[in-house]
């Protein structure tokens, strides 16, 4: 028998069922390329006869040296046809896949008067809510909906027969057969995957100021709520994201003058987006608002400082009262994400190739590959950290083991020597320090303070969205795509 993969076997499904005591049927495959579909269908139901129509010749080609070499090219009729127009007698089911949802509206409008009573086996590509939508208004009723993941990509299949005529709410077109809740493992694997095709289109408009921006984001906004319940994800609050950010950055690994955990905020307030970033900047609060996040966490915390009074005289006390005003929590993870196994000295020394990782607190050195010299690891950082690098030594001196410390680790030479370090690589470097790194024979590299902490916030974003999913909350982590510089 034909094998077919987890999408077409769906749709095969959907198709016997739908012929599911009709003696003699006959069905037609729209569209039918390769004719792999066609075979199965005959070879599994031997009364079966079949219409197997393409519009590209070259392909139902294919399709009819298939059907010939597994004899049952007397059971198939292939013919060149544009949509329906292939359909000159009644059948009692026709299959309209892989096209997007405006082909097969077009199809079905074009060919509405060949359709019959015949069942419509239907797996559209994109626009599924607007096949949803425009099918009850021509008087389809979506009976079954089947799940099913190739190619990396999650597909719907629905069998529709004739019935009552009616206008779907948004969250109908959306959800279909989920309206109650997802039925099963496969239909809640396709909204889970539905969900981050919408949170992927929010981070490319967050920064997109129009009023169609707005109009989008505000739809997709709407359809995550819709989604989350119906797979059945919890409330979060920012208490409760406070928490899983000091499982990610365990909060007693902090320096004793440091500035972390939620900040500013109401502890039971409920999130549903979170925005990380490195420093609370108004390019982050106005992307934060534009996302409809409830809470921003980053590595630079607010009130390093002691405030005696929040007004917005200073940049600040005027984010702190926007956030504020907007609803919006503030988390810090600092230098507890600093020392944290995977945090941001990990993810650094990780970025640059370092292997046999170890030190503690802030401090990490790991062995590079024999050979390497410092101009050459300057131009690596560079590439990796995007960003200019300043090199405090000669170009052509060996490096064996990498030190870092990142942000402004200047002050660390002696624990990274102590580690056997002989290049530090680190954000900001003292000219004082860099004299004395240059007496010791070590090389250094200033990366940039940004740049070497940087990087760290997109490996907090996907372990704090991980946490969240791995509980079933209803959060969606970004990661802030801005840089405070312009850059």
């Not at 109650?180 to 694997?189: E, F, H, P, T, V």
């Not at 009130?303 to 926007?322: F, H, I, N, V, Y």
């Not at 680790?409 to 624990?415: M, T």
């Not at 004395?436 to 303070?449: I, S, T, Y």
Request: glycine letters at 10%.
């Amino acid at each position: 028998m034909v094998q077919l993969d987890e999408r077409l076997s769906a749709i095969a499904e959907l198709v016997l069922e739908a012929l599911d005591g009709i003696g003699a049927p006959k069905a037609a495959d729209i569209g039918c390329d390769h004719g792999r579909l066609t075979a199965h269908l005959l070879e599994r139901r031997r009364d079966l006869t079949m219409i197997a129509s393409d519009v590209s010749a070259p392909s139902l080609e294919k399709a009819r040296q298939l059907l010939l070499a597994r004899g049952l090219s007397g059971r198939a009729q292939t013919v060149v046809a544009d949509g329906l127009s292939g359909i000159t007698e009644p059948v009692h089911a026709i299959v309209l896949a892989g096209m997007g949802a405006e082909t097969i509206l077009r199809i079905l409008e074009e060919g509405r008067e060949r359709i019959g009573g015949a069942a419509l086996i239907m797996q559209a590509n994109v626009d599924l809510p607007l096949l949803r939508g425009m099918l009850a208004q021509k008087g389809f009723v979506v009976v079954r909906e089947v799940f099913s993941h190739a190619a990396g990509r999650r597909y719907a299949t629905m069998l529709a027969r004739r019935g009552e005529s009616r206008t779907l709410t948004a969250r109908e077109a959306l959800l279909g057969t989920a309206l109650s809740g997802a039925q099963d493992k496969g239909q809640r694997a396709y909204f889970i995957w539905q969900r981050g095709v919408r949170v992927r289109e929010m981070e490319k408009i967050a920064t997109l100021v129009s009023e169609n921006a707005a109009g989008r984001m505000e739809k997709n906004h709407q359809e995550l709520t819709w989604i989350a319940e119906a797979i059945g994800m919890q409330v979060c609050t920012a208490a409760e994201i406070e928490r899983l950010v000091g499982g990610i950055a365990p909060y007693e690994l902090a320096e004793e003058w440091d500035n972390v955990g939620l900040l500013l905020g109401r502890r039971g307030a409920q999130v549903t987006r979170v925005l990380v970033a490195l420093d609370l900047t108004e390019g982050v609060v106005q992307e934060a608002k534009t996302l409809g996040a409830e809470a921003i966490v980053t590595h630079h915390p607010i009130m390093m400082s002691a405030r005696r009074r929040l007004t917005d005289d200073d940049r600040e006390g005027r984010l702190m009262l926007e956030i504020a005003q907007a609803g919006i929590a503030h988390i810090a993870a600092h230098t507890n994400f600093d020392s944290a196994p995977d945090g941001v000295n990990d993810t650094l020394m990780a970025l640059m190739g370092a292997r046999n990782i170890r030190g503690e607190g802030c401090i990490r050195v790991g062995e590079l590959e024999p050979g390497l010299t410092l101009g050459e690891l300057a131009q690596r950082a560079e590439k990796k950290l995007r960003g200019p690098v300043r090199v405090f030594g000669a170009g052509d001196m060996s490096v064996h083991v990498l030190g870092c410390c990142s942000g402004a680790g200047s002050g660390e030479l002696e624990k990274a020597r102590a580690l056997g370090a002989d290049c530090l690589l680190s954000g900001e470097i003292k000219h004082h320090h860099a004299l004395d790194f240059a007496d010791a024979g070590c090389g250094v590299l200033e990366a940039g303070h940004y740049e070497t902490e940087n990087p760290a916030c997109e490996v907090m974003a996907i372990a704090l969205q991980n946490a969240c999913d791995a509980l079933k909350y209803n959060v969606t982590v970004f990661c802030s795509k801005g840089n405070p510089f312009g850059r």
